[in-house]
């Protein structure tokens, strides 16, 4: 999934006074005008984090005291936090960052999930599945449970069950060409007819022909409680990517009906253990306890209670005066002015925990766009980057630094390994960027590094602007967009001489394999090639470890790539591995994973200490 | 009678030794003696001084950073702390002195001049003339300054990632480079903050053009430009630079808005609102990386402001005493 990396909102508030005194007709009589411009705004900021896998945090999800039902009445059990930035859709077919994935995975159920513990895939929707011998088909069989479910006012109203034509009407929908899903290349590397039927041209196909596409993708119902995908090759990890929200349920009467509109509340139908009641844009969301859920009895949790706060320190204030529960995903972990601090303070220094978070913070060069073009002098740049000194004085949250892509946790991974991945050598970086012309960074044309706007971007790219500056004696001029903006300025279908040379982007982990990371991001087909890293030798490589079942070999391909990647032509520059910082109040017992899949229904809070603590 | 008739003269030769003091020297010693406004005025000198003379004041260069002395507090090294980067606050403060006082001075100049011009013409000149050129005012005055600034900011950043730009666009990007990315602000900010000038010296002329010197001059045969810029402006200038010196703090204020939300100078460029920006997030740890910042652009907007008030009561004939 992409990284929430939000830009933050600026709140304006523009006073004009103006004070018009007239005077008499006196030569000497001043007439003034006063006008004051008096501009507050507040910015943003960029807590990412995290990485690895091993984490022992014991799962205790029993739930042992009942409130009285009259003080639970008058006093749900709440939790409140806050989100980073607003997220950009609900819809499980629209989704892609982080933000957005932490909502639907509260309200939409997939066939499968990941245990937070061991990683494992385990049952959700789907009790069992099975794989034939060949391994390239997969038939999922659901639980007859499962309600779709529709909030409207203070009424649940049940519109019958989950059924296996949902699943396939849901990745159809994501495939659909017409929906547009960010998402849609993921599918379309396993599913059979998945890339003819998302890759087709709709202005040229007749209703029919495209019908026959949609018809042709390997996703069946074979009953209302079994349904079958077909793969184009045996693929281990596709019992982990149908936990994708791409790969969930969708309601079809009420996208139909509503269009666009049907994710907002009192319109969206959902089937998980949390319902939409509130979503004011920009404002808040509003999420209670499904009651009609299977699982419904054992969530203790009754309301979550969200704002949106653009600020990292204005998230940090709010934790320490006992407004919010945890500080961390889906809002902000501690600023990173304050890591010292929050370390040594007696009391938040119990509270913090730094856990492994399987994403990767990495600049990427526009390999398409002059001088970028030569990769000499992407060498030069990554060269030049002091990763270790990043880490050690400005992040100080554990965090690693990165010679590949592939964050390690995830099957295929090169993390750390010696042969792999440019480190920093100011030496080299300067005979490097000699070598491509440029001798002492003169004759270079004015490079542009862009970021989205976050606090924290903002300072890492200085940082790593300062370095530039010292070894290459480049000046690089930085930009910042907000993050819709900046999303659209990178698609690979925008034109190069709108891109930067050089921009920040984040990568987490939707499943643990590696064909995630360098097939979905970096293939030259995918939506995700922002670094216009157009590679055939590459792209054979990802292929070939596609339909590998060897999985030492496997693991060789995706090393090959890697060093393809990033030693022979150098594409993008990782930076760091990604840590995962929280801070969270004692009397809430939470449970998290390093893929940020927070599973809030498995939470507890001690209520009487939560009452006692923010004197509720 | 020869008494009396000494004592007319003595009247008399008061009164023109009087005159010989221009409005602007009788200003001066109004202004002076207003000590706040006095004080504020030595305070704008002063800063003035450091700006110019920031390469050999402060002890560090804008952008020279230290990494393993970042968030130093107050000391030896760093007489007012070092910031995340571990570049000296104290330098980078005396650096963004330059930039603020640059926005100040060229868009309080740009619209001194502008506006001076437009409204001159148009009051003098009266009638249709003076009701076209008004009404552009009017309509010029409901553009949104801050929406038309970050519209350019926006337009040109893009424009100067595009590689193969030339002629007057790359001129323009080149010259916006070398001013840390403000090029556009000061345009902006010149071009659309003229017409309140303009109002101003229009309403001044009106009242004037049908005085006796006016008439006189006219009479006999002084050119229009000659009667304009002779005679005219300089009994209009002394509001007018009251009211441009009222708006300097609104400049200031705007260059640092913009830079705090990053569409105003490039960093590294020690703007006070970029470095008010970064002190933001550590301010629960580290407040004195945003205190330095934040007290020099108040203390330099609020001596703008005593100054302008200074000038406006100066330029009073009732307030004399």
């Given amino acids: 999934m992409r990284t929430r990396s939000r830009w933050f909102g600026a709140l304006a508030i523009l006073t004009i006074l103006a004070v018009v005194l007239s005077g008499c007709g006196s030569a000497a009589t001043p007439q003034v005008v006063k006008e004051t411009v008096e501009v507050v705004k507040e910015v943003e900021k960029v807590v990412e984090q995290t990485v690895e896998v091993v984490k022992e945090v014991e799962v205790e999800v029993v739930v042992t005291a009942t409130p009285d039902p009259a003080a639970a009445a008058a006093e749900p059990v709440t939790l409140d936090f806050i989100f980073g930035s607003e997220p950009p859709t609900l819809d499980p077919a629209l989704t892609e960052d982080t933000t957005s994935v932490w909502v639907v995975e509260q309200m939409f159920l997939a066939l499968t999930d990941y245990d937070d513990d061991t990683l494992e895939v385990i049952p959700e929707l789907a009790t069992s599945w099975d794989v034939s011998e060949d391994g390239t088909v997969y038939t999922f069989h659901m639980r007859d449970d499962a309600k779709w479910v529709q909030l409207v006012g203070d009424e649940v109203v049940e519109l019958g069950p989950v059924t ?13 060409p017409t929906t547009a899903a960010p998402y849609s290349y993921v599918p379309t590397t396993v599913l059979v007819g998945a890339e003819e039927f998302a890759f087709a041209d709709t202005t040229a196909l007749s209703a029919e022909e495209l019908q026959a596409l949609r018809d042709g993708v390997g996703a069946k119902a074979l009953d209302d409680y079994t349904v079958e995908f077909t793969l184009k090759q045996p693929a281990a990890y596709f019992p982990a990517m149908t936990s994708l929200w791409i790969f969930r349920p969708q309601p079809q009467a009420t996208i139909d009906e509503f269009g666009d509109r049907w994710i907002e509340p009192g319109l969206i139908v959902t089937n998980g253990p949390y319902l939409l009641q509130e979503w004011g844009h920009g404002s808040h969301l509003k999420l209670i ?16 209670n969200a704002p949106i706060v653009a600020e990292a320190s204005t998230g940090m204030a709010m934790y320490e005066n006992g407004e919010i529960d945890f500080a961390g995903d ?4 501690p600023p990173l002015p304050d890591m010292d601090r929050v370390k040594a303070d007696p009391v938040l220094s119990t509270e913090l925990a730094i856990l492994p978070r399987l994403c990767t913070y990495y600049f990427g060069f526009v390999n398409t766009k002059a001088p970028m073009d030569d990769e000499l002098v992407r060498k030069a740049f990554s060269y030049a980057i002091d990763r270790q000194t990043l880490i050690d004085t400005l992040l100080k949250g554990e965090q690693v ?14 993390g750390g390994d010696p042969e792999v991945g440019l480190l920093f050598d100011p030496e080299k970086a300067r005979q490097t960027l000699a070598d491509a012309g440029y001798p002492n960074g003169e004759g270079l044309p004015p490079i542009t590094l862009m970021i989205n706007q976050s606090e924290a971007h903002l300072q890492i790219a200085q940082a790593i602007q300062a370095m530039w500056k010292e070894v290459l004696n480049v000046e690089v001029i930085l930009e910042q967009q907000e993050w819709a903006v900046y999303l ?13 040379h050089i921009f920040r982007m984040g990568w987490c982990a939707d499943y643990l394999d590696a064909n995630n990371w360098l097939a979905d991001v970096l293939h030259s087909n995918s939506t995700s090639n922002y670094v216009r890293f157009l590679n055939p030798e590459f792209d054979a490589l990802v292929e070939q470890a596609q339909v590998e079942s060897d999985p030492a070999v496997r693991a060789d391909l995706y090393r090959q790539a890697e060093i393809i990647l990033n030693n022979d032509v150098t594409a993008m520059a990782p930076i760091y591995f990604y840590t995962r910082i929280d801070l969270t109040k004692p009397y809430l017992n939470r449970i998290v994973n390093p893929l940020s899949m927070d599973h809030v229904w498995k939470w507890t809070i001690d209520w009487e200490a939560k009452k006692a603590a923010t004197g509720r | 009678m020869a008494v009396q008739q000494l004592d007319v003269q003595q009247v008399f030769a008061e009164r023109a030794q009087r005159r010989q003091r221009s409005p602007f020297a009788e200003a001066f010693s109004q202004l002076i003696r207003n000590r706040v406004a006095a004080a504020a005025g030595v305070f704008i000198i002063l800063l003035i001084v450091m700006a110019i003379s920031a390469d050999l004041i402060a002890p560090y260069g804008f952008d020279e950073t230290h990494f393993a002395d970042n968030y130093t507090l107050p000391g030896d090294a760093y007489p ?32 001194l001049f502008v506006g001076l011009v437009y409204g001159i013409v148009a009051g003098y000149a009266g009638g249709w003339v003076d009701n076209i050129m008004m009404r552009v005012v009017d309509f010029l005055y409901g553009l949104p300054v801050l929406i038309v600034v970050i519209l350019m900011q926006v337009y040109f950043k893009a424009v100067s990632r595009r590689a193969e730009i030339t002629g007057v666009l790359k001129t323009l990007v080149d010259i916006d480079n070398s001013l840390g990315g403000l090029f556009f602000v000061f345009v902006a900010l010149g071009l659309l903050n003229w017409i309140g000038m303009a109002r101003i010296a229009r309403g001044q002329v009106l009242s004037l053009k049908e005085r006796e010197f006016v008439e006189a001059a006219r009479a006999i045969g002084v050119t229009t430009p000659r009667v304009l810029f002779r005679h005219l402006l300089p009994n209009i200038l002394g509001p007018c630079i009251v009211s441009e010196t009222l708006a300097i703090p ?7 808005f913009l830079s705090y939300i990053g569409l105003g100078a490039n960093p590294p460029t020690p703007s006070w609102g970029i470095m008010i920006n970064e002190g933001f997030q550590g301010i629960r740890s580290y407040p004195h990386i945003i205190l330095v910042p934040a007290a020099a652009l108040t203390l330099t907007v ?9 000038l406006r009561d100066a330029f009073d004939p009732r307030m004399r005493t």
Avoid: H
């Fill in chain 1, 488 to 500: 659209e300025t990178l698609k690979p279908d925008s034109p190069d001489e709108d891109k930067p």
């Fill in chain 2, 250 to 256: 609104g400049y200031i204020m705007t260059e640092a």
């Fill in chain 2, 302 to 310: 609020l001596a703008f402001n005593f100054l302008g008030d200074g």
């Fill in chain 2, 80 to 111: 007012l702390g070092a910031d995340y980067l571990g570049r000296d606050i104290l330098s980078r403060t005396i650096y963004g002195a330059r930039v603020s006082l640059s926005v100040a001075f060229i868009a309080a100049g740009v619209s």
């Fill in chain 1, 401 to 414: 630094p990165a010679n590949s892509f592939t964050c390690p946790g995830i099957f295929g991974n090169v």
């Fill in chain 1, 330 to 333: 889906p809002g902000w972990g």
């Fill in chain 1, 289 to 304: 306890k499904n009651p009609l859920w299977y699982d419904a009895d054992q969530v203790q949790i009754e309301v979550l």
């Fill in chain 1, 164 to 176: 296996a034509n949902d699943v396939v009407y849901g990745i159809l929908r994501t495939l659909d």
